[in-house]
């Protein structure tokens, strides 16, 4: 069975290199709400897959605004994924500082909201 270990970065930590990284994704918060998409499998977080000659904080932006509508000021790295059966990580953002711009359905997003936990 395939097993994921999630690591949280210390403030100032190196962040593995842009070939190391497959993927990444952003956690926005708004006060208690964060950004969510909604897709086939549910609700989400925005991000996906690097394409090439992009850098990280690039390739962020661009899901961000493809699938969320939204974008943000600045992000810090947060946390990687690891997955047992691969040398590739997913690279966590998180940022306080995004904005909800026009939302366009796809039919790889299909929903846009801010969620709470209430």
Known sequence: MS???AKILQPGADVPSLEQVS??????????????IKNERGWDIPGGHMEPRE?????????????GGADFITAVPYAILLADWTEK??????TDSFQLGEFVPSEDVLD???????
Do not use: C, D, P, Q
């Open 55 to 67: 850098t990280l904080i690039e390739g962020l932006h661009r899901e961000v605004i493809e699938e």
């Open 112 to 118: 846009r909201n801010t969620l709470s936990e209430e």
């Open 3 to 5: 097993k994921f270990t």
């Open 89 to 94: 990580v997913m690279l966590f953002y998180i």
């Open 23 to 36: 993927a990444v994704f952003l956690i926005a918060f708004n006060g208690e709400k964060i950004l969510s």
